[in-house]
């Protein structure tokens, strides 16, 4: 009887930490707040059995990186595609994965046609523009209504000295089409979380710019819900303290803060690189590209300690986040490979090019099951 005991005993006492060797991310981190990645069209058609596999075991949202774009699902006006969008919806639903909408009005990444007038290269007027906004984001939010959780509504608006980007929304609308996509939005699905995403919003002229954003949308009796910092930092930028008084600031305005298109690039910058204008486009030159082979062993734990203090500011906020999205899989599919130069390695993420993941995600578990 006392060998079977001791046996009993000890299978007990190796059983936790097998179960703790199996634990992901969204078992610790997603105690306090929702845990993804954004997911490429191979990935949501299912074709990548590497990356499912870690959204399966680790994350517990998926971002559309691209197939939910208005260029994407509507091309050529009034001609909606809505195949790889249908399939993100569907691969989120099939791995129990809340599906976030990404985004309904950008101007990098919309048809050309959206702000002409038909076939003519005059621009479109104020009030065919404010029509095709509408019509756009009842369509594509009324679509997916009930199996969306949250849209990223309108994406960099704001300039980083705080002034309205002038793009071909506010040329022609001003700041109006802000509020016309959220009543939009709202309208199609009143249940749908509703967020304004941006990058470089450590910045103090920015941070003060949303702030007025949020305030003056939730005076006007529109919905927002949250508000999104891109967090496609380097080694020695965001300023960590004035990156956490973003949090701060965007919390007090009463709404939810998300981190939402994580990642840290290794690799050094090119002169006058800065935030994450995807128009920025600098010429290869082999100084820039200088890990080709992996990470050196000091750079590999520079980049581990950054990713440290960075979840150290998302834990001690936890209160305050409402989500964390990596953007990416893995290190292979990074955008950072080809932006702002292409053909680079970049190592920016927290899983290798062979899905693994790399020691510091244990560490992030660790951290958030103390």
């Known amino acids: 009887m006392s060998k079977i005991f001791r046996t009993l005993t000890l299978c007990l006492a190796i059983m936790p930490m097998a179960s703790m060797a199996q634990q992901g991310l969204k078992d610790a981190v997603g105690k306090y707040c929702l845990i993804g990645a954004a997911i490429n069209q191979l990935q949501s058609d299912g074709q990548d059995q590497a990356a499912t596999k870690v959204m ?29 969008a249908d399939k993100f919806v569907s691969y989120c ?12 009005v950008w101007h990098s990444q919309a048809p050309d046609w959206m702000f002409t007038a038909g076939y ?7 009030e065919m523009l404010k029509e095709r906004i509408i019509k756009h984001i009842k369509t594509v939010v009324g679509r997916y209504k009930g199996q969306i959780h949250g849209w990223d509504v309108v994406n960099e608006a704001i300039e980083d000295d705080g002034s309205f980007r002038k793009s ?4 022609l609308l001003g700041e109006e089409f802000i509020e016309i996509a959220f009543r939009a939005a709202h309208e199609a699905d009143p249940d749908a979380e509703l967020y304004y995403n941006d990058y470089s919003m450590s910045g103090q002229a920015k941070r003060e710019a949303v702030c007025r954003l949020v305030r003056n949308l939730k005076a006007k009796g529109l919905r927002i819900d949250g508000v999104g910092m891109q967090s496609h930092n380097g080694l020695d930028y965001p300023n960590l303290a004035e990156y956490e008084k973003s949090i701060d600031a965007f919390a007090a305005c ?23 204008d995807i128009a920025q486009n600098f010429e290869y030159q082999q100084k820039l590209n200088p890990y080709v082979d992996g990470l050196p062993v000091a750079k ?15 834990y001690k906020h936890r209160a305050q986040i409402s989500r964390i999205t990596l953007w990416g899989v893995s ?16 190592y920016p993420l927290l899983f290798d090019r062979e899905f693994k993941a790399k020691p510091v995600v244990q560490k992030i578990i660790d951290l958030y099951n103390k």
Request: hydrophobic letters at 35%; charged letters at 20%.
């Open 56 to 84: 399966e075991q680790h994350y517990n949202c998926a971002t559309a990186e691209n197939c939910m774009k208005s260029e994407v699902l509507q091309p050529a006006e009034g001609m909606f595609d809505f195949r790889a």
């Open 93 to 104: 639903q099939k791995h129990h994965l809340k599906a976030i909408g990404h985004c309904l």
């Open 120 to 126: 003519c290269a005059s621009p479109a007027s104020k």
């Open 168 to 171: 071909p929304f506010y040329n």
């Open 254 to 276: 009463g709404v939810k803060v998300m981190v939402t298109e994580l990642d840290i690039n290794a690799l050094p910058s090119p002169e006058q690189f800065g935030g994450a």
């Open 300 to 314: 590999a734990k520079e980049l581990e300690q950054r990713w440290l203090d960075l979840f150290n500011i998302y």
């Open 331 to 346: 290190d292979g599919g990074s955008w950072l490979n080809g932006w702002p130069i292409a053909g680079r390695t970049s």
